[in-house]
C-alpha cells in the first residue's frame, strides 16, 4: 500500500496542470541561460579584438606626435618616461591581439598572466567592478586573487588551454559557477514550488481520500517523499542537460581543476585563500542539496496544514527561502543577539560555504562546511517534531472538513 500510495502521488505531481508550464518554463530558462547568456558572459576579463585594435591605433598616433614633438613625457607619480611605457603597452597588447586571433589561447593566457602579476591596482582601480557593492576594494582584490589562482593553475598544469577553459564556460566550469552563485536557491525554489500543493490538491477530493487505510502522518510522509524524489529528479535534470549543453559548445572541462577558497580572514592577502579541485567543491555541494530540499518540503508540510493553500505555502517558503538575501546585509554577523552562524538560512546557498565566500561577504570566520550540515541537520529533527505534533492537532478530518 505504501508503495501504491508513494507511486500515485508521484505521478499526480509530475501529471500537474500547474508543474507542466512551469517544467516547460524551467526548460526556456535553462536553454536561454546555456545558449545565450552564459556564451555571451562579460567579465573583467573578457577580451573584445576591436576595441584592442582602436586602442592600438590611438596609441600609435600618440607615440608618432610625441617622436615629431621629441617630448617623451613625465609620469610624475613614477617619473617614468610615458613614451617607455606605450611602448611597452602597444607591444602587449599587439602580441595579445595576435595570440587571440590566432586562437593561441596559450600564449594569449600566459600573457594576460604576465600583465596582471603584481598589478592588483588593474582590478581594484576599475570603477565598474561591483559598483553597486558596499566594499568595492575589497571585492575586487578578491576577485583580483580568485583570477590569479585559477590562471596559475592553467598554465602550470597540462590542460590544453582552450577558449571555454580560459574563461569558466565549460560543462564543468559552467556548473560550478552555477553552484556557486544563486543555482542552489533557484534548485530550492522549484521544490517549494513542486511541493507547494501537495496537501491542498487533496482537499478537492476528499471524500475519496479520506477513505485510504493508511494513517494521517503516514499519508503526510509519503507525500513528502513523492515530492522530494520527483523535485531530485527535475533538479538533477537540470544539472545534466545544462551540463551537456555546455559541454557541446566549450567541452567538458577537468574534474581536477582548481577552484579558489577563502580559508581565512586575518590578513586579506594571498595567504588567505586555498584551492579544492571541482570534483571536490561538486562533491561537498550536491551532497547538501538533498538535505536542504527535504527540509524545505517538510517546512511545506507543516505550512499546508496550518494554511489550506498553496499560493500562501508558496509565499511563505520563498520569502524563507531568500530571508538572507532580503534581510540581511553584509554588515550583519549577529541575528537577535547570536552568532548568524546558528541559523539555517545562512547556509540555504552552501555553494558560497563550500568555497568560504559567505565568510568572506559577512567578513567572519564562523560559518563553516561541518556547522552548516549540523546546523541543517538540527532545524530538520525540529521541522519533523513540529510536523508530528501538527498532525495529530490538525487530523485528517479537521485538515479535509474544517
Same mark, same amino acid.
Given at each position: 500500500?505504501?508503495r501504491?500510495y508513494?507511486?500515485h502521488?508521484?505521478?499526480?505531481?509530475?501529471?500537474?496542470?500547474?508543474?507542466i508550464?512551469?517544467?516547460?518554463?524551467?526548460?526556456?530558462l535553462?536553454?536561454?541561460?546555456?545558449?545565450?547568456?552564459?556564451?555571451?558572459?562579460? !567579465?573583467?576579463?573578457?577580451?573584445?579584438?576591436?576595441?584592442?585594435?582602436?586602442?592600438? @591605433?590611438? =596609441?600609435?598616433?600618440? $607615440? &608618432? #606626435?610625441?617622436?615629431?614633438?621629441?617630448?617623451?613625457?613625465?609620469v610624475?607619480?613614477?617619473?617614468?618616461?610615458?613614451?617607455?611605457?606605450?611602448?611597452?603597452?602597444?607591444?602587449?597588447?599587439?602580441?595579445?591581439?595576435t595570440?587571440?586571433?590566432?586562437?593561441?589561447y596559450?600564449?594569449?593566457l600566459?600573457?594576460?598572466?604576465?600583465?596582471?602579476?603584481?598589478?592588483?591596482y588593474?582590478y581594484?582601480?576599475?570603477?565598474?567592478?561591483?559598483?553597486?557593492?558596499?566594499?568595492?576594494?575589497?571585492?575586487?582584490?578578491?576577485?583580483?586573487?580568485?583570477?590569479?589562482?585559477?590562471?596559475?593553475?592553467?598554465? !602550470?598544469?597540462?590542460?590544453?588551454?582552450?577558449?571555454?577553459?580560459m574563461?569558466e564556460? @565549460?560543462? =564543468?566550469?559552467?556548473? $560550478? &559557477? #552555477?553552484?556557486?552563485t544563486?543555482?542552489?536557491?533557484f534548485?530550492?525554489?522549484?521544490?517549494?514550488f513542486f511541493?507547494?500543493?501537495?496537501?491542498?490538491?487533496?482537499?478537492?477530493?476528499?471524500?475519496?481520500?479520506?477513505?485510504?487505510?493508511?494513517?494521517?502522518?503516514?499519508?503526510?510522509?509519503l507525500?513528502?517523499?513523492?515530492?522530494?524524489?520527483?523535485s531530485?529528479l527535475?533538479?538533477?535534470?537540470?544539472?545534466?542537460?545544462?551540463?551537456v549543453?555546455m559541454?557541446?559548445?566549450?567541452?567538458?572541462?577537468y574534474?581536477?581543476?582548481?577552484?579558489?577558497?577563502?580559508?581565512?580572514?586575518?590578513?586579506?592577502t594571498?595567504?588567505?585563500?586555498?584551492?579544492?579541485s571541482?570534483?571536490?567543491?561538486?562533491?561537498?555541494?550536491?551532497?547538501?542539496?538533498?538535505?536542504?530540499?527535504?527540509?524545505?518540503?517538510r517546512?511545506n508540510?507543516?505550512?499546508?496544514?496550518?494554511?489550506?493553500?498553496?499560493?500562501?505555502?508558496?509565499?511563505?517558503?520563498?520569502?524563507?527561502?531568500f530571508?538572507?538575501?532580503?534581510?540581511?546585509?553584509?554588515?550583519?554577523?549577529?541575528?537577535?543577539?547570536?552568532d548568524?552562524s546558528?541559523?539555517?538560512?545562512?547556509?540555504?546557498d552552501?555553494?558560497?560555504?563550500?568555497?568560504?565566500d559567505?565568510?568572506?561577504?559577512?567578513?567572519?570566520?564562523?560559518?563553516?562546511y561541518?556547522?552548516?550540515?549540523?546546523?541543517?541537520?538540527?532545524?530538520?529533527?525540529?521541522?519533523?517534531?513540529?510536523l508530528?505534533?501538527?498532525?495529530?492537532?490538525?487530523?485528517?478530518?479537521?485538515?479535509?472538513?474544517?
Amino acid at each position: 500500500m505504501n508503495r501504491n500510495y508513494l507511486k500515485h502521488e508521484f505521478l499526480i505531481t509530475a501529471r500537474s496542470r500547474r508543474n507542466i508550464p512551469f517544467i516547460v518554463f524551467i526548460g526556456v530558462l535553462l536553454l536561454s541561460y546555456c545558449l545565450i547568456l552564459l556564451p555571451n558572459e562579460e !567579465t573583467k576579463e573578457s577580451f573584445t579584438p576591436e576595441e584592442v585594435r582602436n586602442y592600438l @591605433t590611438d =596609441l600609435k598616433v600618440e $607615440q &608618432k #606626435f610625441r617622436e615629431e614633438k621629441g617630448n617623451t613625457g613625465i609620469v610624475h607619480f613614477t617619473g617614468m618616461p610615458v613614451y617607455s611605457m606605450n611602448a611597452y603597452y602597444y607591444k602587449l597588447n599587439q602580441a595579445l591581439l595576435t595570440a587571440y586571433e590566432d586562437k593561441n589561447y596559450h600564449r594569449f593566457l600566459y600573457l594576460r598572466n604576465f600583465s596582471l602579476l603584481g598589478n592588483e591596482y588593474e582590478y581594484t582601480s576599475d570603477e565598474k567592478l561591483f559598483a553597486l557593492s558596499p566594499y568595492p576594494g575589497k571585492d575586487r582584490s578578491h576577485l583580483y586573487k580568485q583570477t590569479m589562482m585559477r590562471f596559475e593553475d592553467y598554465l !602550470t598544469n597540462d590542460y590544453p588551454i582552450t577558449y571555454g577553459l580560459m574563461y569558466e564556460k @565549460t560543462g =564543468l566550469q559552467a556548473l $560550478q &559557477k #552555477f553552484l556557486q552563485t544563486n543555482g542552489i536557491l533557484f534548485l530550492l525554489f522549484c521544490a517549494i514550488f513542486f511541493s507547494s500543493d501537495m496537501l491542498s490538491r487533496d482537499r478537492k477530493n476528499r471524500s475519496v481520500l479520506q477513505g485510504i487505510p493508511l494513517s494521517w502522518y503516514r499519508q503526510l510522509n509519503l507525500k513528502s517523499l513523492s515530492a522530494f524524489f520527483y523535485s531530485l529528479l527535475i533538479s538533477s535534470g537540470i544539472l545534466v542537460v545544462g551540463v551537456v549543453v555546455m559541454s557541446m559548445q566549450f567541452g567538458f572541462g577537468y574534474l581536477n581543476l582548481h577552484v579558489p577558497i577563502m580559508i581565512a580572514q586575518q590578513t586579506f592577502t594571498i595567504e588567505d585563500y586555498d584551492v579544492i579541485s571541482i570534483a571536490v567543491f561538486l562533491g561537498r555541494t550536491l551532497i547538501v542539496v538533498p538535505l536542504v530540499i527535504f527540509l524545505f518540503i517538510r517546512l511545506n508540510a507543516i505550512l499546508g496544514l496550518l494554511f489550506k493553500n498553496e499560493w500562501l505555502v508558496l509565499l511563505v517558503s520563498s520569502l524563507l527561502l531568500f530571508s538572507d538575501r532580503l534581510f540581511v546585509s553584509r554588515t550583519t554577523r549577529e541575528i537577535f543577539g547570536k552568532d548568524i552562524s546558528f541559523f539555517p538560512q545562512t547556509y540555504f546557498d552552501y555553494g558560497k560555504i563550500v568555497t568560504g565566500d559567505k565568510n568572506f561577504l559577512l567578513n567572519t570566520e564562523t560559518i563553516t562546511y561541518m556547522k552548516g550540515i549540523f546546523v541543517l541537520l538540527i532545524t530538520i529533527a525540529v521541522i519533523e517534531l513540529v510536523l508530528f505534533i501538527l498532525s495529530k492537532i490538525i487530523n485528517k478530518r479537521r485538515f479535509y472538513f474544517a
